[in-house]
């Protein structure tokens, strides 16, 4: 379960039913992505590069959330 982008193709997938709906672009190798969970406003956004995305789940509960990440052929580096 969770609240997903595949960086691949850029889209999205979530435990609400998401399956594939289109987001943004696809994030090239040495990308960075943030992902913002807002409780106030029970939403998860994310910034590719510095540039903001935009809204991209809503009602999301407010309990904690862990980032994850799956990497094919590639690396992964998680920050605070």
């Known amino acids: 379960c969770g609240w997903y982008l595949d960086c691949w193709s850029g889209v999205l997938y979530s435990q609400a039913g ?12 040495g990308g960075v992505v943030e992902a913002i969970h807002d409780r106030v406003h029970a939403t998860i956004s994310f910034r590719v590069n510095g540039v903001d995305c ?5 009602n999301v509960p407010d309990e904690e959330l862990y980032p994850a990440g799956l990497v094919l052929g590639g690396s992964l580096k998680l920050l605070e």
């Open 54 to 58: 935009g809204v991209a789940f809503r």
């Open 18 to 29: 998401d399956r594939g709906r289109d987001y943004t672009r696809r994030v090239k190798s």
